[in-house]
């Protein structure tokens, strides 16, 4: 049986893109030699593949920051703003990605989304009337012909023209249809092209068709790929789909002219059914997406051998392949020299990966796998479950209706907490975090490195929370923080404090650009050993008479950063995380601590892709989890939460089902699109929609922020509004980030002089 790969990780076992990209930016090193790391990194992912004996191996997965990003730039999808400004290609790339704020131009970036029920995140493509879309880019063809110097005949990806125009927006008149025509050409143009270059597949990937479609859609979609498979010039073409299944199409894509289709049989519930029941065209193949692209753990071989024997009754052309790119896993299980063996033993990263998928598809040919050694070894690995331990379960067990009940009711909270807390209308703060500059990176890794003990880290660290506070004070925040400096990371810091977390060293995932994210792995049971921030947070509440916001991260969240087991529910591992939580909070609020935040920034994250599982499958438990947490305290207590991201509009009544008494969000970047629907719904939760982008370091001028609240406040209660940048600062400098909070500030005052 052949193999394939749909897409392979990019930034490198070291991340080494990332650190030359950041080079690049701060002028170090010039383009040349970025393009050099670049197709290093490029070589080596081919020949990991190519060594592994991987049959279908792709190219033009490789990115600098973004694959819809460099689909829009192929297209011409290039926004003026950008194409002003004058630079060349590499940075013009780069302006649309990062913004550009240099010699009199201040031009943002584009607006950027989760990429389906990933944490990975891609640019959103902006389409205006005038725009022309043609090919101009050349990047898929130069990486096709790359590999082919390496010896290595790729099928190139693409993002396919129906996802790309699903997900890009239209700015004018003229909605995506209106492009199909010309995104018809430029497509053709492609395949041409890679004939030419002598290409035999190419694989189209259209994630968006596992999402809820209408009639329009399918429309739209049926209309361009009639015409580019009629337009093939004998170039075989891959539909590649992933994160789950196509059931409202199936039958109809499968009697389209593809030559190959990529079904996900890991989150795709329904494909083996569709299959089943509309059967499989014997002229195409079968791109089974049976070794897991999203998580970590060892394929269990039983599992896919048997639904590979149930596939092979209905095809006899299968080509085992990954269930989506392998991007949203860590690059190798090499470096983690730390792991336990028995822990160890479970795990399968990208690298890993390739070698399941050979090993597979060669046993698979075999007389009988089940006699074979890898085959058995496997199987004994998986005789008892990885996380078995203590007696987590029956806390959950124990919980009853009550636990998730917070009284009394959040009106008379409100009241109550305005009281006792006193703060001025208006109130402003920030999400938690400060700066993560060199001085607060090095304290961490020298105690990591054994290079100062835990008592000498934690002066550093209380160091740094004293000047984060005479900070805020001076620049005159309302609510502060203590700037998170004894945590790199959200989640994994959390994890690290409970028991039933592994983590890793270098198992790094990108979320967006340069940008990577290490997830914890939920190996057991989850339980709450220690008081994890109590310490720093009292400490930092005896600096100052000014309320200071305890900061923790919610169950949710935890659960969908971390790479989640695969022997017990979502469910069960939130409550558990929930209880861990739950302990804290009632901690801090011993402590003395008046006001506790909560972080939700993932919870849309995992929103089922398909509206008719969001319930059954997640927010049932998602929001009770959050319920647990804070369902203990004190009515005085007011509980803050975060989410990154505001496009809630569609489940804003379960946000405000959380029940916290004060949110903020993103909302600077989305155009403040979510102030109507929270209107409509009558949302009862304070808020605190961003001001201002956190995400690029222009500093937003004063009008601008007043201009952004008044806007607010045609929508929110003056009351229940609160005034904050839309995420944590850490990825910021100090100097932007100060410069900016002082704009805050003033334009706070500005509207209260107003109000
Ligand atoms: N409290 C966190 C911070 O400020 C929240 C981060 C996030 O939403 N991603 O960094
Ligand atoms: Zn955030």
Redesign the pocket.
């Known amino acids: 049986m052949n193999s394939a790969v749909i897409g392979f990780p990019r930034v490198g076992t070291l991340r080494e893109l990332k650190f030359a990209s950041e080079k690049y930016f701060r002028g170090e090193i010039d383009s040349e030699e970025l393009e050099e790391v670049a197709s290093k990194l490029r070589a080596t992912h081919w020949k990991n593949q190519k060594d592994a004996g991987i049959d279908f191996i792709s190219s033009n997965d490789f990115s600098f920051y973004d694959g819809m990003l460099d689909t829009a730039v192929l297209l011409n999808v290039i926004p003026k703003k950008y194409k002003e400004l004058n630079l060349d290609e590499l940075d013009t790339y780069f302006s649309m990605a990062r913004g550009y704020q240099k010699d009199g131009n201040d031009v943002s970036a584009l607006a950027m989304k989760k990429w389906f029920n990933t944490n990975y995140h891609y640019m959103v493509p902006e389409i205006y009337d005038d725009t022309e879309i043609k090919l101009t880019g050349k990047k898929v063809f130069k990486e096709f012909q790359e590999a082919e110097k390496q010896g290595i005949k790729t099928k190139p990806v693409l993002i396919g023209p129906f996802t790309f125009l699903k997900l890009a927006r239209c700015y004018g008149e003229k909605n995506a249809k209106d492009f199909s025509d010309d995104i018809i050409k430029a497509y053709i143009e492609i395949v041409r092209k890679l004939k030419e270059l002598g290409a035999t597949w190419i694989q189209f990937d259209e994630p968006s068709l596992v999402t809820d479609l209408d009639d329009n859609d399918w429309q739209l979609f049926k209309k361009l790929y009639l015409e580019i498979l009629g337009n093939k010039y004998g170039i075989k073409i891959l539909l590649q789909t992933y994160f789950g299944d196509i059931r409202d199409y199936y039958d109809e894509i499968i009697s389209l002219d593809f030559d190959g289709i990529g079904l996900d049989f890991i989150e795709g519930k329904e494909n083996i059914n569709l299959i089943k029941k509309y059967g499989f065209p014997s002229d195409k193949v079968l791109f089974a997406g049976l070794i897991n692209g999203k998580n970590i753990w060892k394929a269990n071989y039983e599992r896919v051998f048997s639904k590979l024997e149930e596939l092979k009754e209905y095809s006899s052309n299968i080509v085992l392949s990954t269930s989506c790119s392998l991007l949203h896993v860590p690059y190798t299980l090499e470096h983690e020299t730390d792991l336990k063996p028995v822990v160890k033993k479970y795990f399968a990263f990208a690298i890993e990966k390739l070698q399941e998928l050979k090993e597979i598809s060669v046993l698979i040919e075999t007389d009988d796998y089940k006699v074979e050694k890898e085959f058995a070894e496997n199987r004994a690995l998986y005789s008892k479950t990885a996380g078995e331990n203590s007696g987590e379960i029956s806390k959950i067990d124990r919980l009853n209706k009550d636990d998730f009940i917070r009284l009394p009711k959040r009106s008379e909270r409100q009241k109550l907490q305005k009281k006792v807390l006193n703060l001025p209308m208006f109130p402003t703060t920030t999400?938690g975090s400060f700066p993560q500059t060199t001085e607060v990176k090095k304290n961490r890794t020298s105690f990591r490195n054994g290079e100062i003990g835990k008592e000498q880290y934690d002066r550093k660290v209380y160091e740094l929370i004293e000047r984060c506070i005479r900070k805020q004070e001076e620049i005159g925040i309302d609510v502060l923080v203590h700037g998170e400096y004894e945590r790199n990371d959200m989640v994994e810091f959390f994890g690290e404090n409970l028991d039933g977390y592994v983590f890793t060293k270098k198992a790094w995932v990108q979320s967006y650009g340069t940008r990577c994210v290490k997830p914890p792995i939920i190996f057991s049971d989850v339980k709450r050993i220690k008081p994890i921030t109590v310490e720093y947070s009292k400490y930092a509440q005896s600096l100052t008479d000014k309320p200071v916001k305890g900061m923790l991260t919610g169950p949710v969240t935890i659960l969908n950063w971390s790479f989640p087991r695969e022997d017990i529910s979502l469910e069960k591992m939130a409550y558990q995380i929930a209880i861990a939580i739950r302990e804290e909070v009632l901690d801090l609020e011993k402590a003395g601590i008046k006001i506790i935040q909560i972080?939700e920034?993932a919870l849309k994250e995992k929103l089922p892709i398909r509206k008719s599982d969001w319930y059954s499958e997640y927010l049932d438990f998602a929001i009770k989890a959050f319920r647990l947490c804070h369902s203990g305290v004190k009515p005085e207590t007011q509980i803050h939460t975060?989410?990154?991201y505001s496009e809630f509009n569609e489940i804003i009544k379960d946000i405000d089902n959380m029940d916290a008494d004060v949110i903020s969000?993103?909302a600077s970047r989305s155009k403040l699109t979510i102030l109507d629907a929270l209107k409509a719904n009558n949302f009862e939760t304070e808020v605190g929609p961003g001001v201002y982008d956190i995400h690029s370091p222009r500093v937003p001028f004063v009008r601008e922020i007043v201009e952004a609240i008044e806007q607010m406040l045609e929508k929110i209660d003056k009351d229940k509004l609160w005034i904050n940048p839309?995420?944590?600062l850490k990825t910021r400098g100090i100097p932007e980030t100060e410069a900016s909070l002082i704009n805050l500030v003033e334009a706070t005052k500005i509207i209260r002089s107003r109000y």
């Open positions: 999400i972080d920034a975060h989410m990154c969000f993103e839309d995420c944590g």
